[in-house]
């Protein structure tokens, strides 16, 4: 089981959210989807229970908002939590209805109101809580260590309904425990979708332009990031691809392509001049030579590529053989000085 927590100013906005469908499906487009994946994308909500509240989102936000005013210090007095249970765990409505309870006291709002909201658009089960944080007494609701507190109630709605166990966020967890191995499908599955892409692509644009393909918003500023399809956003550092390594990968290719074309342009000058003293079996030779000496070179890119595209090998390296290029055109232009 996974739990978020956050908390806004926007009553109307989180239960309307809650209760309605993705705005950005249209109607034909909510049936194509149904028929694919044989989820309920039209009315996908059905409300398990109101708290001391009733009625429509327009309803639900007006008496939201007449009992804020018990406390106008509050800035953010939108509560919203979310519960998402494993792939392969269901649990009944009426223990849906029992975990948005637990949670409600949890977070010290089993007296405001709220609503609990399934949503049925996913193949996991999940359940939203549209929160008021203020209380009829005018207290609000304290939401400090607050994924602390989600972490540590998840952890307990496992043991209590037989659901799969998830590791808490590591900031979470004992020292030692810090050390365990976890496994992030999500992080896995973007690290080969880098990894493959950083194959073809021989430019950033392109390298861009082929994760947005794979279905990735790529966000690059001082660093990179990747959003998938679920809204999750990863930096590439956390999977051992930083926007230095990725440009410096793609710098390597680069290079290794304009050394190949030159060696192309000087073996094709020679061909044509030893063309003029030799026979044709002595040019098949040349050509034969050649082919090995070219297979060299894209073993050697192969290589160097390789050995980038591991995360873990250290990000900093840079090929000595490109870093002599520049240095021998340095000697030369001070010769001719």
């Not at 979310?82 to 409505?93: Q, S, Y």
């Not at 709220?114 to 207290?139: M, P, S, W």
């Not at 260590?145 to 979470?172: D, H, I, T």
């Not at 500023?221 to 691809?241: A, C, L, P, T, W």
Request: proline letters at 2%; hydrophobic letters at 30%; aromatic letters at 8%.
């Amino acid at each position: 089981m996974i739990g978020r927590v956050s908390i806004g100013s926007s009553f109307y906005h989180c239960i309307s959210y809650c209760l309605e469908d993705k705005i950005e499906l249209s109607e034909e487009k909510k049936l194509a989807l149904a028929l694919q994946d044989r989820l309920q994308h039209k009315d996908r909500a059905e409300v398990l229970e109101y708290n001391k509240c009733f009625g429509n989102k327009y309803e639900l936000t007006q008496q939201f908002k007449d009992v804020r005013r018990l406390s106008r210090r509050v800035e953010k007095p939108m509560l919203h939590l979310t519960l998402r249970l494993a792939p392969e765990d269901t649990l009944t409505k009426e223990q849906l209805r029992e975990v948005g309870r637990e949670c409600a006291k949890e977070f010290g709002i089993a007296d405001n109101q709220y609503i609990c909201v399934l949503h049925r658009d996913t193949k996991e089960q999940h359940i939203h809580i549209a929160a008021n944080r203020v209380g009829f007494d005018g207290k609000v609701a304290n939401d400090s260590n607050s994924y602390k507190r989600m972490a540590e109630l998840c952890r307990c709605l496992e043991k209590k309904y037989g659901l799969q166990e998830v590791l808490s966020p590591r900031a979470f967890l004992f020292a030692k425990d810090r050390l365990l191995p976890r496994h992030d499908s999500r992080k896995e599955k973007l690290k080969v979708d880098i990894r493959q892409t950083l194959k073809y692509a021989n430019s950033y644009l392109g390298f861009e332009r082929q994760m947005k393909e794979l279905g990735y918003k790529v966000l690059k500023g001082r660093g990179i990031s990747f959003i998938d399809d679920k809204k999750v956003k990863i930096k590439g550092s956390e999977v051992g691809f930083s926007l230095t390594k990725i440009e410096k990968i793609l710098h390597q290719k680069q290079q290794y392509a304009m050394k190949n074309i030159g060696e192309e342009k000087n073996h094709d000058r020679d061909s044509q001049s030893i063309s003029n003293s030799f026979n044709t079996e002595k040019q098949n030779e040349e050509n034969q030579g050649y082919s090995l000496d070219r297979s060299v070179v894209v073993k050697e890119v192969l290589g160097v590529i390789g050995q980038l595209m591991n995360s873990e090998y250290e990000p900093d390296y840079i090929d000595p053989e490109l870093q002599r290029i520049p240095q021998k055109k340095k000697k030369k232009s001070a010769l001719r000085r």
